[in-house]
Nanobody, 128 residues
Framework: QVQLVESGGGSVQAGGSLRLSCAYS????????MGWFRQAPGKEREGVAAISSADGGRTYYADSVKGRFTISQDNAKNTLYLQMNSLKSEDTAMYYC????????????????????WGQGTQVTVSS
């Protein structure tokens, strides 16, 4: 059983920053990867950033957020973070935290279909 609860979303002006948090509880599962995804109205859910515990904490980013977003994980607090800087209007979306126990590959780590557990999402709105 895995439970994920996101928080930290909100409204911010372009150029601003937000930090999303995902509090997770894991019961008996071995989670190999966790990630942040986002979905804007009328668009498919896309991978933003992921972190792989199977690879010693290796991180992965979508090209659109490289250099602006940072994913991190605090296992002592059972919390996943997404620090978002230099936000743009195109970052506006519902952001979801996800986790999975499957093997990690470069081709699947940012693909929504490869994640089994999902949070309820937190809205991020960036105004220009």
């Amino acid at each position: 059983q895995v439970q994920l609860v996101e928080s930290g979303g909100g409204s911010v002006q372009a150029g601003g920053s937000l930090r999303l948090s995902c509090a997770y509880s894991i019961d008996g599962s071995i989670i190999n990867r966790m990630g942040w995804f986002r979905q804007a109205p009328g668009k498919e859910r896309e991978g933003v950033a992921a972190i792989s515990s199977a690879d010693g904490g290796r991180t992965y980013y979508a090209d659109s957020v490289k250099g602006r977003f940072t994913i991190s994980q605090d296992n002592a607090k059972n919390t996943l973070y997404l620090q978002m800087n230099s936000l743009k209007s195109e970052d506006t979306a519902m952001y979801y935290c996800a986790a999975d126990f499957g093997p990690v590959t470069v081709s699947n780590v940012l693909k929504a279909g490869w994640y089994h557990y999902w949070g309820q999402g937190t809205q991020v709105t960036v105004s220009s």
